[in-house]
């Protein structure tokens, strides 16, 4: 490519008089984009010979005001070095180096020592200058006659209220946690709301809100983020994501209206495919009638049934539709279970960069947090019936020929088997890293047993460091 379109006039002009002053060897140097993406400034680091330079390990450029936080001159944005013989694809020790910068979003660039051609290992990632919130231009619109309480009916100025956005706000400008307990009156929906959407707006950045309810996820998305649209001066794209099996599958209705004599509610069936050429997103809860769950269940999307691109319906698919939206979305509203699903997913090693279940998001509101407990526990968990459990225990006595010991004498019997038997191939990798996980915070754990033979033992991991609360009877 030539280089022209990645590099200023003056900077290959500079690179390339580094280069003949290095009487033709390798030079290294930081790259710095204007607001167009091309590098418009450059700062040589180190000179090397014809094979190789030092990739300092320091990138950080000399023009930066180290107090200010927001000063990103320091961050180069790409690290660019030339070829002396010409041949412009990248060594495996650039490849490694542009691995590394790329974490970062740091770009990776090879040129000729004219610096007239360019290859590009690896994209810069677009830098922007963060916005801060201003707390009190943002309070002003839930103060008497502000842009906000204008529009609500009978509004009364609430100090709780204020002194909780004020809070939001500083968590969003601080990158720091916020958890805060408001009853109901507070109207923390707003005190939240007005933060994000804002903060969303200024950099450019997605953020999720994740509810319990769908009756709180429908006012968020009917009434409160059309209110704030209306207050700001730029319309926020928000999207209500509900679970996967809230929405037909296309492909699904066609397969069992050809088998309708197998359904006792087949007027039904042919009631949803009716609706399905008038509905525009397919959910479930716009049908007119409330369809029988076995019936519905034959009808919805599952992932595990999904055939994605391959689909012959997914171009009129209500859930690829609904991605795509998102993908747009600088606001997404779903409910717990839909969020921690991602979370697990991206905790599994999908990354936090990728769409999952959700499109990449940088910062998360999470209302009515009181059941978030609950929601987690079904993907940060391992569950354990009895039966799989004695006959773990019972493979393992006999396989380490500790036939003396019971199985499952107490609760203090399993953690003391998993730290025998660890790393045996007696237990499955998966149920041996996630008990190994729990030692270390094993304090927090509450493993009773329990007669009952139905119940299980539920062993709830929060998030990477360990176990942070209970686990249940079984
Ligand atoms: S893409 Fe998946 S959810 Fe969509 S219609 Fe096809 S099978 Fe159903």
Redesign the pocket.
């Known amino acids: 490519m030539q280089a022209s379109k990645r590099l200023s006039a003056k900077c290959i002009e500079q690179l390339r008089l580094e280069i003949e002053d290095s009487r033709g060897n390798e030079v290294f140097a930081l790259g710095f984009l204007d607001g167009k993406g091309l590098v418009t400034r450059l700062e040589v680091r180190a000179r090397g010979n014809k094979e190789s330079v030092l990739a300092l390990q320091n990138w950080s450029g000399d023009t930066a005001d180290p107090s200010d936080p927001d000063d990103l001159s320091h961050t180069p944005d790409v690290l660019i070095h030339n070829h002396p013989n010409g041949f412009l694809v990248p060594s495996d020790a650039d490849l490694n180096i542009a691995g590394r910068a790329a974490e970062g979003g740091t770009g990776f660039f090879i040129v000729d020592n004219t610096a007239a051609k360019v290859y590009v290992v690896a994209e810069p990632r677009r830098r922007r200058k963060r916005v801060m919130l201003d707390a009190d231009t943002i309070c002003a619109a839930l103060e008497t006659g502000g842009s906000i309480a204008r529009r609500l009916e009978a509004h009364e100025s609430r100090p709780s209220q204020l002194d909780l956005m004020r809070l939001i706000i500083r968590g969003f400008n601080e990158d720091s946690m916020v958890a805060a307990e408001a009853g109901t009156g507070v109207g923390k929906s707003f005190a939240y709301l007005l933060p994000a959407m804002r903060y969303a707006l200024e950099n450019d950045e997605r953020i999720v809100i994740s509810t319990a309810t769908i009756n709180l996820q429908q006012q968020l998305y009917d009434k409160d983020i059309p209110l704030v649209n209306g207050a700001l001066n730029k319309k926020l794209k928000a999207v209500l994501i509900k679970g996967r099996g809230n929405y037909l ?4 209705l066609t397969d069992a209206l050809r088998e309708t004599d197998l359904f006792d509610d087949a007027e039904d069936l042919e009631r949803i495919a009716a609706w399905a050429e008038t509905t525009a997103a397919g959910s479930r809860s716009d049908l007119s009638f409330l369809p029988a769950e076995t019936l519905w269940s034959r009808v919805c ?1 599952e992932a595990d ?4 691109m391959r ?1 012959a ?2 171009e009129r ?4 539709a609904l991605r795509k939206e998102a993908a747009d979305a600088r606001i997404l509203v779903v409910n717990h279970h839909l969020l921690f699903a991602d979370l697990a997913a991206r905790a599994e090693g999908a990354g936090y960069d990728s769409t999952v279940v959700l499109p990449p998001y940088t910062r998360v509101i999470m209302d009515e947090a009181h059941t978030m407990e609950t929601a987690a526990t079904s993907f940060f968990s391992k569950d354990f019936s009895r039966l799989s459990v004695y006959r773990q225990l019972g493979r393992s006595r006999y396989s380490m020929k500790e036939a003396q010991t019971p199985p499952m004498a107490s609760s203090r019997r399993v953690m003391d088997f998993t730290s025998q038997t660890a790393g045996s191939s007696a237990l499955s990798s998966g149920t041996v890293s996630s008990i190994s996980r729990i030692r270390p915070a094993r304090r927090a754990i509450f493993l009773r047993s329990s007669k009952s033979s139905g119940s299980r033992v539920v062993v709830i991991l929060f998030s990477s460091a360990g176990v942070s609360r209970k686990a249940h009877s079984f």
């Open positions: 599958c296309r492909r699904r999307s049934l999904c055939m994605g689909c319906e997914r698919c209500f859930v690829l």
